[in-house]
């Protein structure tokens, strides 16, 4: 089977590097899945998971992003991410009191925090693409 490269990387560093199955990035107008072979595609992100599987199509690793942009060609799919955190090192506790502490402020940017918030908690809850 084929594979493609994939890396994930942070202002910091380089959070993931493999060659991998399938990848989903959420793309600002909707979640993408790249497949080796994939057509040339750039697109800005929105706040959302990406999902990394193998070729055998099991999960290998998901991450939440708050925004980037991403790179897909043929062979390679880069996502350059504003910041990138483990899909399972989110409390959904302290996210709620997160969302509940930016929900009584009113500013331009605690709107975008409040987004972000909010699309982590979504990550964390929804059970859609855990398998292809």
């Not at 290998?60 to 043929?74: L, Q, R, T």
């Not at 504003?82 to 090192?89: C, D, G, P, Y």
């Not at 925090?113 to 809850?125: C, D, N, P, Y």
Request: aromatic share 6%.
């Amino acid at each position: 089977m084929a594979t493609i490269s994939f890396d994930l990387v942070s202002p910091e560093n380089l959070i993931f590097n493999d060659d991998v199955g399938t990848i989903i990035v959420p793309g600002k107008d909707g979640d993408l899945g790249v497949l080796p072979g994939h057509s040339q595609v750039m697109s800005s992100l929105r706040p959302g998971r990406v999902m990394v599987y193998s070729e055998d199509k099991n999960l290998v690793k998901s991450f939440f992003v708050s925004g980037g942009f991403a790179e897909i060609n043929p062979e390679k799919c880069i996502v350059l991410a504003e910041s990138v955190v483990e899909l399972n090192s989110l409390d959904k506790s302290s996210i709620e009191k997160e969302i509940e502490e930016l929900g009584s402020k009113e500013s331009k940017e605690s709107e975008e925090q409040l987004s972000i918030a909010k699309a982590k908690l979504e990550a964390i809850t929804v059970s859609f693409y855990d398998k292809i």
